[in-house]
């Protein structure tokens, strides 16, 4: 217990709007710089959940990697992610089920060492090693 991964990407207007074309999401709070003026963020902010999907490739490619499932991700989103924000995606294990394979993990964002996104998420680990 206590092993820990992490990633940093900057994210950027391309992945703002690859992400809205992905995911079907085109609110404009993410798209329409004259529209998210005018909000409670006063400017445009990155998708939620383009976030939290650095947490999962910090699962998926670190820890525990290649061939682990998702069975369970909680988030709370706690400030936004603007266009050039670097991010850092944190994943650590708090438990393990060793007979199930399941493996439970704190997971949190920051921007700047200011937490964005917080959750917890129980995972199948994978069962043979991938290369």
Known sequence: M???RNLQKEI???DIQMF???STDRNPVHLDD???RDTIFEGRIAHGMLTAGLISAVIGEQLPGHGTVYLQQSLKFL???RPGDIVKAQVTVIDIDFS???VKLDCYCTVKE???LIGEAMVLAPSRKFD
Do not use: C, H, L, W
Request: charge should be positive.
């Open 79 to 81: 400030a936004p992610v």
């Open 34 to 36: 004259n529209y998210a």
């Open 20 to 22: 809205a074309e992905i």
């Open 12 to 14: 950027t207007d391309t």
């Open 100 to 102: 199930k394979r399941r």
């Open 2 to 4: 206590g092993m820990s």
């Open 114 to 116: 200011k937490k964005v």
